[in-house]
């Protein structure tokens, strides 16, 4: 069963091809790294995913259904999400609103306008649990925009995890949070449930080498390679397209 | 029939004169210039003095009028606006507002409430038959300069190291400052010259579209609608869009005087919801 | 402290009336008896901050800028005025009447304010604002064209209240359907759905992202911020018994911002603030150069925006901070 696919993806830019002929299945439950040299194309294909762009020609199928021209919002409604590569967050609303509405919003609780928030009850406790396991619980209260980089990461994170996606997207989780922080953020990602399909962007070789478990390489837009861990390792044409020599 | 074409054509390109100002501030500044008609209204009012108070030539107020409006556009760049290009949208707009009300209460106070009237010289004035259709001297006259003001900003943004410059400013701002240009004082010229021109479209139209301290106001709809409709990647966008929109606003007013600016507006709405990067932008729909 | 008290906390704080709230509205209500010769301002001052509160919905929760507000508030009071001249002069009949034409309009035109740039907006909103500003002046049947709609008289209140000469009811009825409204209003932008708006002011493309569809929340408040100010224009209608085709110009739409900047946006009582300075300063310099009015108002605007309206407005965003019960240093 494959959770996300892509058939014959192609994103032109006016005369800049940014997506070429991508065609990619990613299996349910995979931990699946993207990798590729900037400018590669890695960001531009999550934007197609989620819907940022629409593509110019080519099929996206998410759990087998077509959602190709869906709105981003109907996307995440069927199951995929996103974090950005650098933080989209809501400047000064706090933490525990930023996470209740992804959790309320989650629940369909968007359209209520005669109850107050802290009726929401329920929503109420899972933000708190959430905010609690990616520690953030002690500045709740605090504007988003106030927070340290590395805090405003890990939101950003447990924004996209609040969502309770079927498909998670990181684009490069680990830029930009402290050494210290850094092993958390792992950590919390391992630990998502085994059937929630993870698709990481990284340029850090070593963690994509310990979190994933296949890997597709993206060079100048077009698919070059996709395999194991091992054989992505061994590959010496994917070491030249790092290294920028010839093979 | 064709004294309608030749008139709305007239007033196309008096539009084209008022508005391209706003239309490089816009595209160049991104800078959302509501006080733009009181430019225009200086111009004006510049030509009013210098004609009726101190007898002074019509040819030579419009030069006049040109240099006075550049340098007060010159002077509020460099004071005011260049604070504020990285505003907000709405910050631009309340700005501009209160330089809008601010003018026409200046105008109310120094030169009263009422229409002003220049008196043409007497060459200007009446009609030509000219092949059967009625021309106004005064329209001829305004179509003659604006052709030489078009054509010359033309060659002046394609031809000169000036406007090199400055269509790299519109581009990116950014690289331009890297190739070494210096943005700021292309802005405070290129503002100058788009007030100057304001003011001179002010003064050659004080006759035709009438002069009131109103005036910021009540053309500023079709400053906009110039600007929208046309957008802000050349100039060749707004000088069709003001061509077509005087054409249409004469033609309006001598068929369906009962419609009044109804359609022109309707219209402006409904090139908004089709292209909202006007109607002649180059990229179209980003 | 537990994380969870402390959670219940803040939320709770979030909705809670304040004391200032409280004091703010026994004032206005103690003013039919403290201030019986100024009732006529007053009223002036109630119809201007429900106004300015529509607007606040839009701007200051979820940033729409709007150059033609007074689109709806000239709606309602055409609306309000029509009504009560040849069908029912009832006050309450036709200020839902006023509400629900200028709301079904603003539905109607919200999909003029969903795509595009702040540029976009400004035009089409201001665009919207000339079109009906011409109609209102074209068609002389029914709205008195150039010469305004008269002929309007007023039945009592619920068929219970006259309006009176001193304006003593009718500043009553206009308080009391200001304090009703901003209740509502209340209640709107401090629910999850009201959270929304205020999330996709800040960052529209994250709100997408976490399921939002941005473009319906817009159009429902869009639909309420409209129906509020029309409800507005019928106030003005009903207690001036006259609707001047000057509800339609473009100087009430800079008036309305300008009341919203000086009250500062995006808390809900800077509409009421802004409409209590505004007024007091009209009076004031009006006095002073009754004729030069627009040009106190245009310094002002320059001032302010060169100032910073941040700076400016600092107090009432302290005050919108404590409202959601953050502390004063964590105010910006």
Same mark, same amino acid.
């Given at each position: 069963?494959?959770?996300?696919?892509?058939?014959?993806?192609?994103?032109?830019?006016?005369?800049?091809?940014?997506?070429?002929?991508?065609?990619?299945?990613?299996?349910?439950?995979?931990?699946?790294?993207?990798?590729?040299?900037?400018?590669?194309?890695?960001?531009?294909?999550?934007?197609?995913?989620?819907?940022?762009?629409?593509?110019?020609?080519?099929?996206?199928?998410?759990?087998? #259904?077509?959602?190709?021209?869906?709105?981003?919002?109907?996307?995440?409604?069927?199951?995929?999400?996103?974090?950005?590569?650098?933080?989209?967050?809501?400047?000064?609303?706090?933490?525990?609103?930023?996470?209740?509405?992804?959790?309320?919003?989650?629940?369909?609780?968007?359209?209520?306008?005669?109850?107050?928030?802290?009726?929401?009850?329920?929503? !109420?406790?899972?933000? @708190?649990?959430?905010?609690?396991?990616?520690?953030?619980?002690?500045?709740?209260?605090?504007?988003?925009?106030?927070?340290?980089?590395?805090?405003?990461?890990?939101?950003?994170?447990?924004?996209?995890?609040?969502?309770?996606?079927?498909?998670?997207? @990181?684009?490069?989780?680990? !830029?930009?949070?402290?050494?210290?922080?850094?092993? #958390?953020?792992?950590?919390?990602?391992?630990?998502?449930?085994?059937?929630?399909?993870?698709?990481?962007? #990284?340029?850090?070789?070593?963690?994509?080498?310990?979190?994933?478990?296949?890997?597709?390489?993206?060079?100048?837009?077009?698919?070059?390679?996709?395999?194991?861990?091992?054989?992505?390792?061994?590959?010496?044409?994917?070491?030249?397209?790092?290294?920028?020599?010839? !093979? | 029939?064709?004294?309608?074409?030749?008139?709305?054509?007239?007033?196309?390109?008096?539009?084209?004169?008022?508005?391209?100002?706003?239309?490089?501030?816009?595209?160049?500044?991104?800078?959302?210039?509501?006080?733009?008609?009181?430019?225009?209204?200086?111009?004006?009012?510049?030509? +009013?003095?210098?004609?009726?108070?101190?007898?002074?030539?019509?040819?030579?107020?419009?030069?006049?009028?040109?240099?006075?409006?550049?340098? +007060?556009?010159?002077?509020?760049?460099?004071?005011?606006?260049?604070?504020?290009? $990285?505003?907000?949208?709405?910050?631009?707009?309340?700005?501009?507002?209160?330089?809008?009300?601010?003018?026409?209460?200046?105008?109310?106070?120094?030169?009263?409430?009422?229409?002003?009237?220049?008196?043409?010289?007497?060459?200007?004035?009446? $009609?030509?038959?000219?092949?059967?259709?009625?021309?106004?001297?005064?329209?001829?006259?305004?179509?003659?300069?604006?052709?030489?003001?078009? &054509?010359?900003?033309?060659?002046?943004?394609?031809?000169?190291?000036?406007?090199?410059?400055?269509?790299?400013?519109?581009?990116?701002?950014?690289?331009?400052?890297?190739?070494?240009?210096?943005?700021?004082?292309?802005? &405070?010229?290129?503002?100058?010259?788009?007030?100057?021109?304001?003011?001179?479209?002010?003064?050659?139209?004080?006759?035709?579209?009438?002069?009131?301290?109103?005036?910021?106001?009540?053309?500023?709809?079709?400053?906009?609608?110039? &600007?929208?409709?046309?957008?802000?990647?050349?100039?060749?966008?707004?000088?069709?869009?003001?061509?077509?929109?005087?054409?249409?606003? &004469?033609?309006?007013?001598?068929?369906?005087?009962?419609?009044?600016?109804?359609?022109?507006?309707?219209?402006?709405?409904?090139?908004?919801?089709?292209?909202?990067?006007?109607?002649?932008?180059?990229?179209?729909?980003? | 402290?537990?994380?969870?008290?402390?959670?219940?906390?803040?939320?709770?704080?979030?909705?809670?009336?304040?004391?200032?709230?409280?004091?703010?509205?026994?004032?206005?209500?103690?003013?039919?008896?403290?201030?019986?010769?100024?009732?006529?301002?007053?009223?002036?001052?109630?119809?201007?901050?429900?106004?300015?509160?529509?607007?606040?919905?839009?701007?200051?929760?979820?940033?729409?800028?709007?150059?033609?507000? =007074?689109?709806?508030?000239?709606?309602?009071?055409?609306?309000?005025?029509?009504? /009560?001249?040849?069908?029912?002069?009832?006050?309450?009949?036709?200020?839902?009447?006023?509400?629900?034409?200028?709301?079904?309009?603003?539905? /109607?035109?919200?999909?003029?304010?969903?795509?595009?740039?702040?540029?976009?907006?400004?035009?089409?909103?201001?665009?919207? /604002?000339?079109?009906?500003?011409?109609?209102?002046?074209?068609?002389?049947?029914?709205?008195?064209? /150039?010469?305004?709609?008269?002929?309007?008289?007023?039945?009592?209140?619920?068929?219970?209240?006259?309006?009176?000469?001193?304006?003593?009811?009718?500043?009553?009825?206009?308080?009391?359907?200001?304090?009703?409204? =901003?209740?509502?209003?209340?209640?709107?932008?401090?629910?999850?759905?009201?959270?929304? %708006?205020?999330?996709?002011?800040?960052?529209?493309?994250?709100?997408?992202? %976490?399921?939002?569809?941005?473009?319906?929340?817009?159009?429902?408040?869009?639909?309420?911020?409209?129906?509020?100010?029309?409800?507005?224009?019928?106030?003005?209608?009903?207690? =001036?018994?006259?609707?001047?085709?000057?509800?339609?110009?473009?100087?009430?739409?800079?008036?309305?911002?300008?009341?919203?900047?000086?009250?500062?946006?995006?808390?809900?009582?800077?509409?009421?603030?802004?409409?209590?300075?505004?007024?007091?300063?009209?009076?004031?310099?009006?006095?002073?150069?009754?004729?030069?009015?627009?040009?106190?108002?245009?310094?002002?605007?320059?001032?302010?925006?060169?100032?910073?309206?941040?700076?400016? =407005?600092?107090?009432?965003?302290?005050?919108?901070?404590?409202?959601?019960?953050?502390?004063?240093?964590?105010?910006?």
């Amino acid at each position: 069963m494959m959770a996300l696919e892509t058939r014959n993806l192609v994103k032109r830019f006016g005369g800049f091809t940014a997506t070429h002929d991508v065609s990619l299945s990613i299996r349910k439950g995979a931990r699946h790294a993207l990798i590729g040299p900037n400018g590669a194309g890695k960001t531009t294909l999550i934007n197609l995913f989620t819907g940022v762009f629409a593509p110019t020609s080519g099929q996206i199928l998410l759990g087998g #259904e077509d959602i190709t021209t869906l709105p981003a919002h109907a996307r995440v409604a069927r199951g995929l999400s996103r974090t950005f590569q650098i933080n989209q967050l809501f400047g000064d609303l706090t933490p525990l609103e930023s996470m209740m509405l992804a959790i309320g919003e989650r629940k369909g609780h968007g359209r209520r306008f005669w109850r107050t928030l802290a009726a929401d009850r329920d929503v !109420a406790e899972e933000a @708190l649990a959430t905010l609690e396991r990616f520690r953030l619980a002690h500045v709740m209260a605090v504007s988003t925009n106030l927070l340290p980089y590395g805090k405003q990461r890990l939101l950003e994170i447990a924004l996209a995890i609040a969502a309770k996606p079927k498909v998670l997207l @990181l684009d490069e989780p680990a !830029a930009g949070v402290p050494e210290e922080e850094r092993e #958390e953020v792992l950590a919390i990602v391992r630990s998502l449930p085994e059937d929630v399909t993870v698709v990481l962007i #990284e340029h850090d070789m070593d963690l994509v080498f310990s979190f994933a478990d296949r890997i597709s390489v993206l060079a100048a837009g077009a698919l070059f390679a996709e395999g194991t861990v091992e054989e992505i390792a061994r590959d010496p044409q994917v070491k030249a397209i790092y290294l920028g020599e010839d !093979a | 029939m064709l004294t309608i074409l030749f008139d709305g054509v007239a007033y196309g390109m008096l539009l084209f004169i008022l508005a391209c100002g706003l239309s490089i501030t816009l595209g160049l500044m991104n800078f959302v210039n509501l006080a733009h008609g009181a430019f225009a209204m200086a111009g004006g009012y510049v030509t +009013v003095i210098l004609m009726n108070r101190y007898g002074i030539s019509f040819y030579w107020c419009l030069p006049a009028a040109f240099l006075v409006t550049a340098l +007060v556009g010159a002077i509020l760049e460099v004071t005011l606006y260049r604070r504020l290009y $990285r505003a907000s949208h709405l910050d631009q707009v309340l700005f501009s507002i209160g330089l809008v009300f601010m003018a026409i209460a200046a105008a109310d106070y120094f030169m009263g409430g009422q229409q002003q009237l220049i008196n043409l010289p007497a060459e200007l004035r009446g $009609r030509l038959d000219l092949f059967g259709i009625g021309i106004g001297r005064s329209r001829l006259f305004v179509i003659l300069i604006c052709a030489v003001l078009v &054509v010359a900003l033309q060659l002046a943004l394609t031809r000169t190291r000036f406007g090199s410059q400055l269509r790299a400013a519109v581009d990116d701002g950014r690289v331009a400052r890297g190739l070494g240009i210096n943005v700021s004082t292309i802005f &405070v010229l290129t503002f100058a010259l788009g007030s100057g021109l304001a003011g001179l479209g002010g003064a050659l139209g004080a006759d035709m579209l009438g002069l009131d301290p109103n005036f910021p106001l009540k053309f500023l709809i079709y400053f906009m609608i110039v &600007v929208t409709v046309g957008g802000t990647s050349s100039i060749t966008g707004p000088f069709i869009a003001a061509l077509l929109l005087g054409i249409a606003d &004469v033609a309006g007013k001598y068929y369906l005087p009962q419609a009044g600016a109804f359609i022109i507006y309707a219209v402006m709405i409904l090139v908004l919801i089709l292209r909202p990067n006007g109607l002649f932008s180059r990229e179209g729909r980003r | 402290m537990t994380h969870h008290t402390q959670a219940s906390e803040f939320l709770n704080a979030r909705h809670r009336w304040r004391l200032w709230e409280i004091a703010l509205w026994l004032l206005a209500v103690a003013a039919i008896f403290i201030l019986p010769s100024q009732l006529l301002i007053l009223t002036e001052i109630a119809i201007l901050a429900l106004f300015a509160v529509s607007l606040d919905l839009i701007l200051g929760y979820a940033g729409i800028v709007s150059l033609g507000h =007074t689109a709806f508030f000239g709606l309602g009071a055409y609306a309000a005025g029509i009504l /009560a001249r040849d069908y029912v002069s009832e006050p309450v009949t036709g200020l839902v009447f006023a509400g629900l034409i200028s709301g079904l309009f603003g539905l /109607a035109t919200s999909f003029l304010v969903l795509r595009g740039s702040d540029l976009t907006r400004l035009m089409t909103t201001f665009g919207v /604002a000339m079109l009906l500003a011409e109609l209102g002046n074209q068609a002389t049947w029914l709205t008195g064209g /150039a010469d305004g709609l008269s002929g309007i008289s007023m039945s009592p209140i619920l068929g219970l209240f006259e309006f009176d000469l001193y304006g003593r009811n009718g500043y009553i009825y206009c308080l009391a359907v200001l304090i009703v409204l =901003t209740f509502v209003a209340r209640r709107i932008v401090n629910s999850p759905f009201g959270l929304s %708006l205020m999330a996709i002011k800040r960052n529209p493309r994250r709100a997408a992202m %976490l399921g939002i569809s941005p473009k319906r929340r817009i159009v429902a408040i869009y639909s309420v911020s409209a129906a509020y100010a029309g409800m507005a224009g019928a106030l003005l209608a009903q207690t =001036t018994n006259f609707v001047s085709p000057d509800v339609l110009a473009f100087h009430r739409s800079a008036d309305v911002l300008l009341v919203l900047v000086i009250g500062g946006a995006g808390y809900l009582y800077g509409g009421i603030f802004g409409a209590i300075i505004f007024t007091l300063l009209r009076d004031w310099l009006s006095v002073a150069t009754p004729q030069y009015w627009m040009f106190w108002i245009g310094l002002i605007l320059v001032a302010i925006v060169m100032i910073g309206r941040e700076r400016l =407005t600092g107090w009432p965003l302290l005050l919108a901070a404590r409202l959601r019960g953050k502390p004063a240093e964590d105010a910006r």
